[in-house]
C-alpha cells in the first residue's frame, strides 16, 4: 500500500547540535504537512508545503519539499529543549487525496 | 488550549464493556477525524466526516462505532474491544475536508483490559 517513509525513528543531540528529518514517498504528494508531538502531548500542526522545490522557514526551523514532490525534510538548527517531541510528516497522496502519515523522528537531548 | 475538547482524557474497560469517547470542536470547522496512535507505529486514521458526512472509513474493525450528529461533535462508541486496540485515540477537526491543516485534541489514552 501507499507509504510515506520517515528516518530516522530516533536522533539523539547535544543541545545546540542541528537536527533533521526526512520523510519518502512511494509516490506523488499534492501537499506535504508536518506537525510536533511533545511527550505526553497531541501533534501540533507546524506548516504545509504544497510546491515542487518549496522551501519555507521558521526560525530555526527550515521545511522543503523536493523537485518531485516526493520527500521533504525538516532541519532544526541548534536544537533547543524546546524542541524535543516527536516530529511527523504527513504527505496527502495526489492519486486519491488520503493523508499518509510518517512514524514520526523523535528529537532527544542529551543530558 | 486547541479548540479541540476529548473526554475522557483517560479509560479503563474490559473486553466486555461498552464506552464512547466525545470529541468536541469549538473551531466552526466542517471536517472531523478519529485516528489511532500506538506506540511506534504511524498514526493510523480511521474515520472521517465532512459536513457530518461519512467519507472515508479506513478498514476499521466494527467494533468501533463512530458518530457524528452534527458538525461540532464526534463521538466513538466501541465494544468487545481487545487488549491490542489499546491506543491514545486522537479527535482532529480541519476547516473543510481533503485533510487540510488538522487540529487535534488531547486525546483519550485507552487501556482495554
Known amino acids: 500500500g501507499q507509504q510515506v517513509m520517515q528516518i530516522p525513528q530516533y536522533q539523539h543531540v547535544q543541545e545546540g547540535e542541528d537536527f533533521t528529518t526526512y520523510c519518502n514517498s512511494s509516490t506523488t504528494l499534492s501537499n506535504i504537512q508536518w506537525y510536533k508531538q511533545r511527550p505526553g502531548g497531541h501533534p501540533v500542526f507546524l506548516i504545509q508545503l504544497v510546491k515542487s522545490g518549496e522551501v519555507k522557514k521558521q526560525k530555526r526551523l527550515t521545511f522543503q519539499f523536493g523537485e518531485a514532490k516526493k520527500n521533504s525534510s525538516l532541519h532544526i538548527t541548534a536544537t533547543q529543549t524546546t524542541d524535543v517531541g516527536t516530529y511527523f510528516c504527513a504527505g496527502l497522496m495526489d492519486s486519491n487525496y488520503q493523508l499518509i502519515w510518517g512514524a514520526g523522528t523523535k528529537l532527544i537531548i542529551k543530558p | 488550549e486547541t479548540g479541540v475538547t476529548q473526554t475522557p482524557r483517560h479509560l479503563v474497560m474490559g473486553m466486555t464493556n461498552k464506552k464512547s469517547l466525545k470529541c468536541e470542536q469549538h473551531l466552526g470547522h466542517n471536517a472531523m477525524y478519529w485516528y489511532k496512535q500506538s506506540a511506534k507505529k504511524p498514526l493510523e486514521l480511521m474515520f472521517v466526516?465532512?459536513?457530518?458526512?461519512?467519507?472515508e472509513n479506513n478498514s476499521v474493525p466494527s467494533r468501533f462505532s463512530p458518530e457524528c450528529p452534527n458538525s461540532s461533535h464526534l463521538f466513538l462508541h466501541l465494544h468487545t474491544l481487545q487488549p491490542e486496540d489499546s491506543a491514545l485515540y486522537l479527535c482532529?477537526?480541519?476547516?473543510?475536508?481533503?485533510?487540510?491543516?488538522?487540529?487535534f485534541g488531547q486525546g483519550t489514552r485507552l487501556t482495554v483490559v
Open positions: 466526516y465532512n459536513f457530518k458526512e461519512q467519507t
Open positions: 482532529a477537526s480541519s476547516p473543510e475536508g481533503g485533510n487540510t491543516e488538522a487540529f
